[in-house]
Nanobody
Framework: QVQLVESGGGWVQAGGSLRVPCVPS????????MGWYRRAPGSQRELVAR???????NYADSVKGRFTISRDNAKNTVYPQMNSLKPEDTAVYYC??????????????WGQGTQVTVSS
């Protein structure tokens, strides 16, 4: 059983910052790609940022220059840092990871989501 546990969401004023770690747990052999997605009210879920095991990153155009993502492979944790937040960043943020488990099979996992609300 693998779980992704998110923390750090909440309310912040425009221009502020939030950090929302994601910590996987369970029968994990290796964490491959980790990332964050978000779903705003009335919108589809979209990729925010992701990072490979080797450190290659991808960002949505809307967050480039404001958000960064890093990871600590030893701790199996990814750290999305959200700066210069805007009201349009308000959404439920979901951690996502491609994980190789003990049987050497790889699966896609999702966290439960954490609400981020940015007020103007």
């Amino acid at each position: 059983q693998v779980q992704l546990v998110e923390s750090g969401g909440g309310w912040v004023q425009a221009g502020g910052s939030l950090r929302v770690p994601c910590v996987p747990s369970g029968d994990i052999r290796r964490i491959n790609v980790m990332g964050w997605y978000r779903r705003a009210p009335g919108s589809q879920r979209e990729l925010v940022a992701r990072i490979t095991r080797g450190g290659t990153t991808n960002y949505a155009d809307s967050v480039k220059g404001r958000f960064t993502i890093s990871r600590d492979n030893a701790k199996n944790t990814v750290y999305p840092q959200m700066n210069s937040l805007k009201p349009e960043d308000t959404a439920v943020y979901y951690c996502n990871a491609d994980i190789t488990i003990w049987s050497y099979s790889a699966y896609d996992y999702w966290g439960q989501g954490t609400q981020v609300t940015v007020s103007s």
